[in-house]
């Protein structure tokens, strides 16, 4: 669900096209060590994180989750209404909202975060510049969580809380590169309740609702936060999306037409002297 709003490895041209660089076997079998060693530490997950989201997915699918290519889903935030391309696979996420004033188109591929606004202007940022929500979302969104192993995170359980005068299992997870976020599930039917992401100034929770069985899987269709905005789910499928929807177009002809274009600069005329 594309809640309300709330690495490719790494391959250097220079250091495979330089004709001066020679890397034994040996070097790169202790770089590919390394970078498993990295991946090995990230993802971390307690034992008792591991046993309330075992059960977590066993309540909603269990192996089913497997099974998922892609997640395709439409519907209405705010009264507002979304389409949304996921891939649970690898990071990839694109959500089109068809605003008052045009359609807003905010994607990632996993390295890079862009925008397309209504009035056409696109705006992108890649991964140096620590797009830590945007990464949050795309993990959260497709259930990353309960991929182990797939999506580089650490867990750890919090214990048993109470809200509402009722008991819950929390696990507090954070993606590689991403926010920390409480997840809260219901010690009677192990289905994920309530998000709370406590990393700006104050607690931002969302509760979730009315699961249904589409396909191997059982999915909330419906969020709420606290402050009343709504997402409904209309309709959702798995079909794979392709990987180009997530990554910014590139320029067209017609993009290099529409951009004004650049002043020249004249210098000022010298001033007479006296």
Known sequence: M??????????????????NLALTSAVILALVLAFASVAAQAQVYSAEAQRVLAQARAASGGAGWYSLRGW???????????????????YGMRVETHEPNGLLVHGFNGAGDWTIFPSGQKTGRDIRKLITETRSDAFFDVHGYLFPGRFDAR??????????????????????????RELWFDRR???????????GP????????????????????????????????DSLDF???DRSLFSLPRPTADDAQAAPAPTAHRPAPAESGR
């Open 2 to 19: 594309t809640a309300p709003h709330m690495p490719t490895p790494f391959r250097s041209p220079t250091l495979f096209r330089s004709p």
């Open 72 to 90: 395709h889903e439409v519907g209405r935030k705010g009264g507002v209404r979304y389409e949304a391309w996921l891939d649970p696979v690898r």
């Open 155 to 180: 867990a750890a359980s919090l214990g048993v809380k109470t809200w509402r005068g009722r008991p819950y299992d929390v696990v507090r997870v954070k993606p590689w590169a991403g926010v920390p």
């Open 189 to 199: 039917t192990h289905l994920l309740v309530r998000m709370v992401d406590s990393a």
């Open 202 to 233: 104050r607690p931002f929770a969302i509760d979730y609702s009315d699961y249904r069985k589409v396909g191997p899987v059982r999915v909330a269709f419906r969020a709420t936060t606290e402050g009343g905005e709504a997402l409904q789910i």
């Open 239 to 241: 079909r794979p999306a």
